[in-house]
């Protein structure tokens, strides 16, 4: 069946940096779209990055353009998060989900805690 | 950006009523791109209903999804002890941003 499983996620610093991964199974990786979406802590939806299936195009919230880069390796069957000049604001659960024909979100990751504090 | 406002914010009622929960966008939206999904707490969000009014695999036929336009609605016809949750509207694009709307808390009146 598909899985998605993050990780990476953790303590950093203001200002500091972190790489989260998704691993994907179950299913042909490199067929689909991949999205990050966060949900910081007692809030709703906040829909961070997405990446198109072969790498191609990649778009991001306003909230994190030119600080986070979001990239794939089909090779692997791994998405990445790149997030750099982290900020208290970013703190938040961050999950990878897979999407259907840019339409929805068919499968999401159990999520992975960023927690941005000095 | 299209933005997605739901309402109520909380909606309280007893298991075996009905609920309706609302999603209006801030322009017209493709129905093929108006999804729900319902969120319990230290879980990941799940799909009930894609493209405005299809249940996702696995979804019980009590919820369902309906409208178009700027207005959606999910209903919940009978509701039971597990559906109590935080529900989310979402339009997906191929043109981002994508947007969810800001969550209703279904909860145990």
């Known amino acids: 069946q598909v899985q998605l499983v993050e990780s990476g996620g953790g303590v950093v610093q203001p200002g500091g940096s972190l790489r989260l991964s998704c691993a994907a199974s179950?299913?042909?990786?490199?067929?689909?779209?991949m999205h990050w979406v966060r949900q910081a802590p007692g809030k709703g939806l906040e829909w961070v990055a997405v990446i198109w299936y072969n790498g191609a195009y990649k778009y991001y919230a306003d909230s994190v353009k030119g600080r986070f880069t979001i990239s794939r390796d089909n090779s692997k069957n791994t998405l990445y998060l790149e997030m750099n000049s982290l900020r208290g604001e970013d703190t938040a659960v961050y999950y990878c989900a897979r999407d259907l024909e840019s339409r929805y979100y068919d499968s999401w990751g159990q999520g992975i805690l960023v927690t941005v504090s000095s | 950006e299209i933005v997605l406002t739901q309402s109520p914010g909380t909606l309280s009622l007893s298991p075996g009523e009905r609920a309706t929960l609302s999603c209006r966008a801030s322009q017209s939206v493709s129905s093929s791109y108006l999804a729900w999904y319902q969120q319990k707490p230290g879980q990941a969000p799940r799909l009930l209903i894609y493209?405005?009014?299809s249940r996702a695999t696995g979804i019980p036929d009590r919820f369902s999804g309906s409208g178009s336009g700027t207005d959606f609605t999910l209903t919940i016809s009978r509701l039971e002890p597990e559906d109590f949750a935080v529900y989310y509207c979402?339009?997906?694009?191929?043109?981002?941003?994508?947007?969810f709307g800001q969550g209703t808390r279904l909860e145990i009146k």
């Open positions: 179950g299913f042909t990786f490199s067929n689909y779209g």
């Open positions: 493209g405005a009014s």
């Open positions: 979402q339009h997906c694009s191929k043109s981002p941003p994508i947007t």
